[in-house]
């Protein structure tokens, strides 16, 4: 589904537009009457996970601190 808006507008209500578009609504925005632009959703974006590499990684920099080399520090 679509519907058409003038550049006014389109200025005037840019949020509510923005809603209309992620639930799926073509908004087209036009110029003297002639449309110009699109505003449609972008494809679902994946969520990045934050971490090393898939499974466990170990190494020496991730393991504990001896007491002795942590009272060298202090």
Same mark, same amino acid.
């Given at each position: 589904? +679509?519907?058409?808006?003038?550049?006014?507008?389109?200025?005037? +209500?840019? +949020?509510?537009?923005?809603? =209309?578009?992620?639930?799926?609504?073509?908004?087209?925005?036009?110029?003297?009457?002639?449309?110009?632009?699109?505003?449609?959703?972008?494809?679902?974006?994946?969520?990045?996970?934050?971490?090393?590499?898939?499974?466990?990684?170990?190494? =020496?920099?991730?393991?504990?601190?001896? +007491?002795?080399?942590?009272?060298?520090?202090?």
């Amino acid at each position: 589904m +679509s519907h058409q808006v003038n550049v006014q507008e389109a200025k005037a +209500s840019l +949020s509510r537009l923005l809603v =209309e578009a992620e639930q799926g609504t073509e908004v087209l925005i036009a110029r003297r009457g002639q449309p110009v632009v699109k505003l449609t959703p972008l494809p679902d974006r994946t969520r990045r996970v934050l971490g090393f590499i898939p499974g466990e990684v170990e190494h =020496e920099v991730l393991a504990p601190v001896a +007491s002795s080399e942590l009272e060298a520090w202090g």
